[in-house]
């Protein structure tokens, strides 16, 4: 059987233009959407993505800020800049780069966060949102992967899902999407017991657990859509998925390589929930 190689980067660069495209119909309108990113200390992988998110904002005709503390800022420091940001007008989506120090409470820090702006979707209201079903900033890289399958024509309403992988920030969200697509969704875990069987059962298979090749083919029905979620740096440098790409290969019926998966497809979904933020705080505005 021959593999659909679902290309992230390709689809990831065609949402870009149509967020291009809404952002200059906004403009017309005098509405500029705004994002500020959060950097605390000196993270060398943090400093990457926040550099990327800020090239992205400009690329796209979007207004940015980075806001740049020192490593030993404080927690009330860190509050009080959140506080200043839920109040400014020109923003529309706040970003804080985790991980944090250590001195600093992550969850309140988050919680912080005006739900208006949450455009990491990682504040418990929009959690809650998200599984209510109502209107709510989706968390990026669990969107990413639902407009992955979506966008590679793959119907999700009635399949079996089996999401490995049970984070808050992609194995529960994105079973959540699942199940809001329709999808019959299994969650498994390190606990699971018979995972390599509830895994060949699934139409669609999420991995998201942050363990190089775990998943090889022996976990995957034939013609199955596999979304490697997992970003994993190999001893000699080279990144690798949750999944055995090549193991896959012929099995799957659609795969996701690392890199060019699911990863370029976080920002561009942060851009599109700048976007959304930006149009409800004007709606509400008349
Ligand atoms: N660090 C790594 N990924 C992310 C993300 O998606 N959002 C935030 N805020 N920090 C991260």
């Known amino acids: 059987m021959s593999t659909h190689i679902i290309e992230g980067k390709k689809i990831s660069d065609q949402i870009r233009e149509e967020i291009r495209e809404e952002a200059a119909r906004l403009k017309e309108q005098?509405?500029?959407p705004g994002l500020a990113v959060v950097l605390v200390g000196e993270d060398p992988a943090s400093k990457v993505y926040v550099g990327s998110?800020?090239?992205?904002?400009t690329q796209l005709g979007m207004y940015s800020e980075v806001h740049r503390l020192e490593e030993t800022a404080s927690e009330?420091?860190?509050?009080e800049l959140i506080d200043k940001l839920n109040k400014q007008s020109t923003i529309n989506g706040i970003l804080v780069q985790l991980p944090l120090p250590k001195h600093i409470n992550e969850k309140a820090v988050i919680d912080a966060i005006s739900v208006d702006k949450d455009v990491d979707g990682f504040h418990p209201v929009s959690t809650g949102n998200l599984v209510i079903g109502d209107d709510s900033l989706l968390p990026c890289t669990p969107a990413g992967v639902i407009e992955?399958?979506?966008r590679s024509g793959v119907d999700i309403a009635g399949k079996h899902a089996v999401v490995i992988g049970r984070s808050n920030i992609v194995g529960k969200p994105?079973?959540?999407?699942?199940?809001?697509?329709?999808?019959?969704?299994?969650?498994?875990h390190s606990r699971t017991a018979n995972m390599k069987e509830l895994a060949k059962q699934a139409d669609i298979l999420v991995v998201a657990i942050g363990k190089a090749k775990a998943i090889d083919s022996s976990y995957v029905k034939p013609g199955a859509v596999v979304i490697d979620v997992?970003?994993?740096r190999l001893p000699d440098g080279k990144l690798a998925g949750d999944v055995d790409y090549e193991d896959c290969l012929d099995t799957a019926g659609y795969l996701t390589p690392?890199?060019?998966?699911?990863?370029?497809?976080?920002?561009?979904?942060?851009?599109?929930n700048t976007i959304?933020?930006?149009k409800r705080a004007n709606k509400s505005k008349g």
């Open 53 to 57: 998110k800020e090239k992205a904002c």
């Open 148 to 150: 992955l399958i979506k």
């Open 76 to 79: 009330e420091e860190l509050l």
């Open 230 to 232: 997992g970003i994993n």
């Open 30 to 32: 005098g509405i500029v």
């Open 276 to 278: 959304t933020a930006a």
């Open 174 to 188: 994105v079973a959540m999407l699942l199940l809001r697509e329709n999808a019959t969704v299994t969650i498994c």
């Open 258 to 272: 690392v890199p060019g998966g699911v990863g370029p497809m976080t920002i561009t979904m942060l851009m599109g």
